[in-house]
């Protein structure tokens, strides 16, 4: 156990890069980073919205199955959620094989599995099937999407990667939220289909393995402005949990949303182009985001996830034409905002990427969570306002579990303790 000085340990960090970077200037240029290349970058960023696909839609996926399959309001929430639990086991499997074999076979495995559980979703359709088939969907899924999250990761600047998946996902999302409810059930499927075959077709763009140690050490060198942190093991651990958190409130709210406005008697005509135009204001996010850097990743996070508590519960009351709309533009524009810092903090805390690259796993078991929750809620005839109170109650967890990150990090002691 070494004790040293915390403010040391950070300008001998810095000096010690600036020394590599001296020596290293007068050798020969040394060779790109892979994972920094347009191509890495593009087909992880694709296979990375293909992939939360599920999530981005599951408002309009909820009604579809509802108006289509004939499920109650509380099977559509268990249906979809499994999709989202296996987006979370599929993402926990990409992220214990990705340093050990082939990324592109792993991916092709993920998308071989999604692939053939849509299709054999078009031929059965009742429930019982349908709960299993969706939670093979979401593995395959989540072995892809780990592997993109984990590629990103793997950039040399992967919060400005995150930030542009964030951009892409506010494109995609309203894309995917304008298409599918004017497809048939068989035609949504088809269209997760052939989008994860879209995957394949590029495959050859994603790097195979990860970088060796002459490569990441060359990648350090080029870091030389990244703070290094210098914290314990378990604070990833608690950011991820507060994720799951978050994500718990998102997919309470983001699966019944629609439902419940058509419950409190709002019109199909307005709900819908809401979420297919509230799923713009994610660029809002991604500018807030930027915007806000100056102020530190702690407060802005404290001020969004109370806001986006607010957001949610106020829907307790009631939902009107007004107070949906600006629940959901905000909501939406949080989400991302609030992703961006998450997102942003982990990479901070943990730059080898092996925590970092369990994202869509947590963000994939609080939408199962969330769902699951609510349908209980639903379920006991507590109605949708009780749904809207504890969802939004989540996003508060996640708040309260990052002040106490805040405060550790700020009234720890002059010294810093490292294990070594």
Same mark, same amino acid.
């Given at each position: 156990m070494v004790v040293v000085d915390q403010a040391d340990i950070c300008t001998q960090h810095k000096k010690h890069k600036r020394k590599i970077m001296s020596d290293t200037n007068t050798d020969t240029p040394a060779t790109p980073i892979i994972f920094d290349g347009w191509r890495s970058i593009s087909i992880a960023l694709f296979m990375a919205l293909v992939g939360y696909t599920v999530m981005v839609s599951v408002p309009v996926l909820s009604t579809a199955a509802v108006e289509m399959l004939g499920f109650t309001e509380e099977q559509v929430g268990r249906v979809w959620g499994q999709d989202l639990l296996g987006l979370s086991i599929g993402a926990i499997i990409a992220a214990l094989l990705v340093a050990r074999v082939n990324r592109r076979h792993l991916v092709m495995a993920g998308i071989v599995l999604s692939i053939g559980a849509n299709a054999l979703c078009m031929y059965y359709v009742d429930y019982e099937s349908m709960w299993w088939l969706r939670i093979a969907a979401g593995i395959g899924s989540g072995i892809f999407t780990g592997v993109s999250v984990a590629t990103l990761g793997g950039t040399t600047r992967p919060v400005r990667a995150f930030n542009l998946l964030l951009l892409g996902f506010s494109f995609s999302a309203a894309l995917e939220l304008h298409i599918l409810p004017q497809l048939s059930m068989n035609q949504i499927y088809l269209f997760f289909i052939a989008t994860t075959a879209v995957c394949g077709l590029f495959l050859h763009w994603l790097p195979a393995r990860p970088l060796n140690k002459e490569q990441l050490l060359q990648q350090e060198q080029i870091e030389v402005d990244v703070e290094n942190w210098h914290v314990p093991r378990f604070l990833p651990v608690i950011c991820l949990t507060a994720v799951c958190f978050t994500y718990i409130n998102i997919g309470g709210y983001f699966t019944y949303i629609e439902l419940a406005a058509l419950a409190d008697g709002i019109a199909q005509e307005w709900v819908g182009p809401l979420l297919t135009w509230s799923s713009f204001f994610a660029l809002v996010g991604c500018v807030l985001a930027l915007l806000c850097q100056r102020f530190g990743l702690f407060k802005p996070l404290f001020a969004a996830l109370f !806001?986006?508590?607010?957001?949610?519960?106020?829907?307790?009351?009631?939902? !009107? &034409?007004? &107070?949906? =709309?600006? +629940?959901?533009? !905000?909501?939406?524009?949080?989400?991302?905002?609030? #992703?961006?810092?998450? +997102? +942003?903090?982990? =990479?901070?805390? #943990?730059?080898?990427?092996?925590?970092? =690259?369990?994202?869509?796993?947590?963000?994939?078991?609080?939408?199962?969570?969330?769902? &699951?929750? =609510?349908?209980?809620?639903?379920?006991?005839?507590?109605? /949708?306002? !009780?749904?809207?109170?504890?969802?939004? +109650?989540?996003?508060?967890?996640?708040?309260?579990? /990052?002040?106490?990150?805040?405060? /550790?990090m700020h009234k720890r002691p002059a010294v810093l303790t490292e294990a070594t």
């Open positions: !806001t986006m508590a607010v957001l949610v519960m106020m829907l307790s009351g009631g939902i !009107t &034409n007004f &107070n949906i =709309a600006v +629940s959901l533009f !905000t909501f939406l524009a949080l989400w991302t905002f609030v #992703d961006v810092y998450q +997102s +942003s903090m982990m =990479a901070h805390m #943990d730059r080898s990427g092996s925590m970092v =690259a369990l994202l869509p796993s947590v963000q994939g078991f609080g939408q199962f969570v969330g769902p &699951n929750i =609510a349908a209980s809620i639903l379920g006991a005839g507590m109605g /949708y306002g !009780t749904m809207f109170l504890v969802s939004g +109650s989540m996003a508060l967890v996640a708040m309260f579990l /990052y002040i106490g990150i805040f405060v /550790y």
